[in-house]
Nanobody
Framework: QVQLVESGGGLVQPGGSLRLSCAASGNIFMIYDMGWYRQAPGKQRELVAEIRSGGTIDYADSVKGRFTISGDNAKNTVALQMNSLKSEDTAVYYC??????????????WGPGTQVTVSS
């Protein structure tokens, strides 16, 4: 079994900062990609940022220059530092990872999500 657990969400004022963390655990052989998605009410889930196995990092245009993704391969963790937050960043943020288990089963996994609310 594989689990992803997010932490760090909450309520913040516009212009503020939050740091999200995600830890993968379980029968992990290796992790290819890890990233963050978000889903606002009434909208589709969208990619925020991801780190690919080759080290490539991608950001949604809406967060470039404000958000920074970082990963720790040894600890199977990924973090998202969010600065200069705007009301439109309000959403449930989901950790996502492509994981190969010890049994060599490869699949995408999702965390349960953490709420980020940007409001004054």
């Amino acid at each position: 079994q594989v689990q992803l657990v997010e932490s760090g969400g909450g309520l913040v004022q516009p212009g503020g900062s939050l740091r999200l963390s995600c830890a993968a655990s379980g029968n992990i052989f290796m992790i290819y990609d890890m990233g963050w998605y978000r889903q606002a009410p009434g909208k589709q889930r969208e990619l925020v940022a991801e780190i690919r196995s080759g080290g490539t990092i991608d950001y949604a245009d809406s967060v470039k220059g404000r958000f920074t993704i970082s990963g720790d391969n040894a600890k199977n963790t990924v973090a998202l530092q969010m600065n200069s937050l705007k009301s439109e960043d309000t959403a449930v943020y989901y950790c996502n990872a492509e994981i190969v288990t010890i049994q060599r089963y490869r699949a995408w996994h999702w965390g349960p999500g953490t709420q980020v609310t940007v409001s004054s």
